[in-house]
């Protein structure tokens, strides 16, 4: 079983920055990739941004170039910057993880952009 445990949510400003970090751990062989997706309320669940295990990264059309994915491959995180927020960016986010061909995600943690 693996777990992730997500961080770093919270309220902030238009314009303002929030980091946030996933962790994951349990039985690991290989991660392939692991990402971030949001939900807003009213909304379906989709990709915000993700990185392979090679360092390939994705994103969403409307978080490119404002947000910055990455990942410590040694302490399984995965990290996501993100800069000059927006009140549409409010949402709740949640990690995902591609471990040993299986997938899991994270019970999410709330972003609000405010003022």
């Known amino acids: 079983q693996v777990q992730l445990v997500e961080s770093g949510g919270g309220l902030v400003q238009p314009g303002g920055s929030l980091r946030l970090s996933c962790a994951a751990s349990?039985?690991?062989?290989?991660?392939?990739?692991m990402g971030w997706y949001r939900q807003a309320p009213g909304k379906q669940r989709g990709l915000v941004a993700a990185?392979?295990?090679?360092?390939?990264?994705n994103y969403a059309d409307s978080v490119k170039g404002r947000f910055t994915i990455s990942r410590d491959k040694a302490k399984n995180t995965v990290y996501l910057q993100m800069n000059s927020l927006k009140p549409e960016d409010t949402a709740v986010y949640y990690c995902?993880?591609?471990?040993?061909?299986?997938?899991?995600w994270g019970q999410g943690t709330q972003v609000t952009v405010s003022s």
């Open positions: 349990g039985r690991i062989f290989s991660i392939y990739s």
């Open positions: 995902n993880a591609n471990v040993d061909l299986s997938v899991y």
């Open positions: 990185i392979t295990s090679g360092g390939i990264t």
